[in-house]
């Protein structure tokens, strides 16, 4: 089932996704768990920098930028 997972850094602006997996480990895992991405948490991409990375997303009423290497390693479904 995996194989129908996406990264977060391949979503466009506005779709919205549901968390399924975190592929990190150590200490980013841990930032992303207190972030509160979690097991089915909702996230939308909001806004993009003018470089392209990071980006905004809207992660449980927050507002909480990712660079692109660190939303490779969320996985999502999207909804």
Known sequence: MIDNYISLSS???GEKCKVKKLTSEGLIRR???DLGIIDNTIIEPL???PSGDPVAYSIRGA???LRSELAA????EKL
């Open 31 to 33: 930032r992303m768990l």
């Open 63 to 65: 507002v909480i930028a």
């Open 47 to 49: 806004h993009q920098s």
């Open 11 to 13: 979503l466009s602006i």
């Open 73 to 76: 390693m969320i996985l999502v």
